[in-house]
């Protein structure tokens, strides 16, 4: 009895124990308990799962005309890693979303953008006439007020993104314009917050007009006119409570929207409220339109009028110093801003994975000619094929949020979002680096660590 009672134990326990302990145990039992114990582990043996061979996992690249495969680039924030072997591992920007590759589909391994696409270009000697002269001035105002549609008005290019979302501009991009010996180098920075919004913005955000002050000649203190007649002005207030106390920069007093203002007499009490509030104001107020070129040809020529002789910083065909990487993120930025709501545009996150420039062949090219024959009578015509290629830029960029939740709003239904955020981007990317260009969007999600209060 006492080995009967061992072996129903055993087969009360967990599956799994009982088939790894029941080939190891050894009982002094009789021929009859020894026969019931070798069917059981016959029985046993028999029910085992058949052992299947592990499925390798394939990684493919996501296009954005490729809509259906873009809901399987989202990487689950509970999903379990996969499984790879030491030679199979990657980190970093190397990373590689699982799924099945589409037949047909050819996956491309590209390299990362190197530091010559990251860094400000560079242009070495910069010809220049012998009376040239420069003045430098750094736009600063609240978010919104149209800092960065007045600084492409005044240069005539697309330098600074432009979106009705405020916060657009994150950091400080500079532009350039020359007319004659005379150059203009602006400072577009992002939007002045104010005391109570600081904690809801980086750091980034916050500091860069401040320290941008010291690099400029003169400031230009760019106002929203309808925000002052119909909207709090609380911002405004932070910042000339903060150019009062940190600051004797000169600078020009310019009034922005006036197109939109209905209250005139509650837009000059409010102006001659902060004229007073800065005593080192030089020029103003100047009334524009930035979206409607009012006024804007004579801010630029009393801007022209303040320029010293000075070496240029930039050649006077260029527009910008602007490294490609942040010409191309920039460009991408914008178009989510254009087309998501809320909080999303703001938490969007890139990673570029991947920059390449490629020959792509063209059809060939029949070419004919005509010709003597070699006694001097006969016209023939003579043919020869030419071989033609094309240079194209690949750019693969991730686009990092937080949740499964923002993933599904940013790729849009069966991937529509994305697809017109990277179709519209590609074609503002090969206008600007003037090159025809690929351009690849994966959506990924990483959960943010970092605690929220």
């Given at each position: 009895?006492a080995?009967?009672?061992?072996?129903?134990?055993?087969?009360?326990g967990?599956?799994?124990?009982?088939?790894?302990q029941?080939?190891?145990?050894h009982l002094?039992?009789?021929?009859?308990?020894?026969?019931?114990?070798g069917?059981?582990?016959?029985?046993?043996?028999?029910?085992?799962?058949?052992?299947?061979?592990?499925?390798?996992?394939?990684?493919?690249?996501?296009?954005?005309?490729?809509?259906?495969?873009?809901?399987?680039a989202?990487?689950?924030?509970?999903r379990?890693?996969?499984?790879?072997?030491?030679?199979?591992?990657?980190?970093?920007?190397?990373?590689?979303?699982?799924?099945?590759?589409?037949?047909?589909?050819?996956?491309?391994?590209?390299?990362?953008?190197?530091?010559?696409?990251?860094?400000?270009?560079?242009?070495?000697?910069?010809?220049?006439?012998?009376?040239?002269?420069?003045?430098?001035?750094?736009?600063?105002?609240?978010?919104?007020?149209?800092?960065?549609?007045?600084?492409?008005?005044?240069?005539?290019?697309?330098?600074?993104?432009?979106?009705?979302?405020p916060?657009?501009t994150?950091?400080?991009i500079?532009?350039?314009?020359?007319?004659?010996?005379?150059?203009?180098?602006?400072?577009?920075?992002?939007?002045?917050?104010?005391?109570?919004a600081?904690?809801?913005?980086?750091?980034?955000?916050?500091t860069?007009?401040?320290?941008?002050l010291?690099?400029?000649?003169?400031a230009?203190?760019?106002?929203?006119?309808?925000?002052?007649?119909?909207?709090?002005?609380?911002?405004?207030?932070?910042?000339?409570?903060?150019?009062?106390k940190?600051?004797?920069?000169?600078?020009?007093?310019v009034?922005?929207?006036?197109d939109?203002?209905?209250?005139?007499?509650?837009?000059?009490?409010?102006?001659?409220?902060?004229?007073a509030?800065?005593?080192?104001?030089?020029?103003?107020?100047?009334?524009?339109s930035?979206?409607g070129?009012?006024?804007?040809?004579?801010?630029?020529?009393?801007?022209?009028?303040?320029?010293?002789?000075?070496?240029?910083?930039?050649p006077?065909?260029?527009?910008?110093?602007?490294?490609?990487?942040?010409?191309?993120?920039?460009?991408?930025?914008?178009?989510?801003?254009?087309?998501?709501?809320?909080?999303?545009?703001?938490?969007v996150?890139?990673?570029?994975?991947?920059?390449?420039?490629?020959?792509?062949?063209?059809?060939p090219?029949?070419?004919?000619?005509?010709?003597?024959?070699?006694?001097?009578?006969t016209?023939?015509?003579?043919?020869?094929?030419?071989?033609?290629?094309?240079?194209?830029?690949?750019?693969?960029?991730?686009?990092i949020?937080?949740?499964?939740?923002?993933?599904?709003?940013?790729?849009?239904?069966?991937g529509?979002?994305?697809?017109?955020?990277?179709?519209?981007?590609?074609?503002?990317?090969a206008?600007?680096?003037?090159?025809?260009t690929?351009?690849?969007?994966?959506?990924?999600?990483?959960?943010?660590?970092?605690?929220?209060?």
């Open positions: 009895m080995h009967i009672h061992s072996v129903g134990t055993v087969m009360n967990a599956r799994r124990a009982a088939q790894c029941l080939g190891r145990v002094h039992t009789s021929p009859t308990s020894r026969a019931l114990l069917k059981m582990r016959q029985a046993l043996t028999e029910a085992r799962p058949a052992t299947r061979a592990p499925k390798t996992p394939q990684t493919s690249n996501i296009n954005d005309t490729k809509p259906k495969a873009l809901p399987a989202v990487r689950e924030a509970d379990p890693p996969a499984r790879t072997t030491g030679s199979q591992r990657t980190s970093g920007s190397q990373r590689k979303t699982l799924q099945k590759v589409p037949e047909g589909m050819v996956v491309e391994d590209h390299q990362p953008a190197g530091p010559e696409v990251w860094m400000p270009k560079v242009f070495g000697t910069i010809e220049q006439p012998v009376d040239a002269e420069i003045a430098k001035f750094v736009v600063i105002g609240a978010a919104n007020s149209g800092k960065s549609t007045l600084v492409n008005r005044l240069t005539g290019a697309q330098v600074s993104v432009v979106s009705e979302r916060q657009t994150r950091t400080r500079m532009a350039a314009a020359t007319v004659g010996s005379k150059q203009l180098v602006f400072l577009d920075t992002p939007g002045i917050v104010s005391r109570n600081l904690r809801r913005v980086s750091r980034t955000v916050v860069s007009p401040w320290l941008t010291g690099e400029a000649d003169f230009i203190l760019l106002l929203d006119a309808y925000k002052l007649t119909q909207k709090s002005d609380a911002v405004e207030r932070y910042l000339f409570a903060q150019l009062e940190n600051s004797t920069i000169p600078a020009i007093f009034v922005n929207k006036i939109l203002v209905q209250d005139q007499e509650k837009l000059a009490e409010k102006i001659k409220e902060y004229m509030k800065y005593p080192f104001i030089v020029n103003g107020p100047l009334f524009i930035a979206l070129n009012t006024n804007v040809d004579e801010l630029k020529a009393l801007l022209l009028s303040k320029t010293k002789p000075g070496d240029w910083v930039v006077a065909h260029a527009s910008s110093d602007m490294s490609d990487m942040l010409r191309v993120e920039e460009l991408i930025r914008v178009q989510w801003f254009t087309q998501l709501t809320g909080y999303l545009p703001y938490v996150r890139q990673r570029n994975v991947g920059w390449e420039e490629v020959s792509v062949p063209q059809p090219m029949t070419i004919y000619t005509d010709a003597t024959s070699d006694d001097g009578n016209a023939v015509l003579q043919s020869h094929v030419e071989t033609r290629s094309t240079k194209e830029l690949i750019i693969k960029q991730e686009l949020v937080t949740s499964a939740g923002e993933a599904k709003i940013l790729l849009g239904k069966s529509s979002k994305i697809k017109d955020i990277g179709r519209d981007a590609a074609n503002n990317i206008k600007a680096l003037g090159i025809p690929r351009l690849h969007l994966q959506v990924l999600v990483e959960p943010d660590s970092r605690s929220r209060k």
